[in-house]
């Protein structure tokens, strides 16, 4: 039986009430929510934890850290999903463990996943800065990487994805990504879902219709010291 350090019980508690409570205030169902607990940089021993909670779900952003903590952790009933930037010549190795990718932002990676005969479920990472450098697609050309997405059937593309900026209300940020889905869900009914919503603004992409929050620091606590 997995020990389960009292503190991080509480933690999830506390985030998974405040889930329930943004749900009741947008009146939706926390059925239609998604929680991924982010465990960048944490050891496999937390995820053991975690899943001894009740998680399924699990997001890492950097695959040197993911694959041994999800080779060490197999045995566990766990989806991963992949929600950094990923390097093309990544993908492959990526798509070992990682049914999800919340982070295809351009063709050249989505060229890399065609070659991956497994299904995989993708988000469209979408930039909502005027940083041409912060990682996602520019909004004018979201449509266009939605047909090559389309046209790859081992790719199942479940919606579009975004971080919130530092220095623009999270809310408005989230509003906008939802018109952005809108737009992909004309094109493809199916791509319903919206990846959006982290630590400090869950509540906010709840609002704006959000179905999967990637929540770290609100849950694990406080991220070790990055190697």
Request: glycine share 6%; charged share 20%; proline share 6%.
């Amino acid at each position: 039986m997995t020990d389960i350090d009292p503190l991080l019980a509480e933690r999830y508690a506390t985030v998974t009430q405040g889930i329930a409570e943004a749900c009741r205030a947008a009146g939706r169902s926390v059925d239609e929510i998604t929680t991924v607990v982010v465990t960048k940089f944490h050891p496999a021993a937390l995820i053991e934890q975690l899943a001894a909670l009740g998680v399924s779900d699990v997001g890492e952003n950097r695959h040197q850290d993911a694959a041994p903590k999800a080779a060490a952790l197999a045995a566990l009933p766990l989806t991963w999903h992949f929600v950094g930037q990923l390097q093309s010549n990544k993908a492959r190795a990526v798509t070992e463990y990682a049914r999800v990718i919340h982070s295809v932002d351009r063709s050249s990676l989505v060229t890399a996943l065609a070659k991956v005969e497994r299904p995989i479920e993708v988000f469209l990472e979408v930039n909502l800065t005027d940083d041409p450098g912060r990682g996602g697609v520019e909004p004018g050309e979201v449509l266009r990487l939605a047909e090559s997405v389309l046209d790859v059937p081992s790719l199942s593309l479940l919606g579009v994805m975004a971080v919130a900026p530092l220095d623009k209300p999270a809310r408005a940020a989230f509003e906008r990504l939802r018109s952005i889905s809108d737009e992909v869900r004309a094109l493809a009914p199916q791509a319903s879902k919206i990846s959006a919503g982290m630590s400090g603004d869950y509540a906010e992409a709840i609002a704006e219709g959000a179905t999967h929050l990637r929540i770290g620091a609100a849950i694990t606590g406080k991220r070790p010291a990055q190697p």
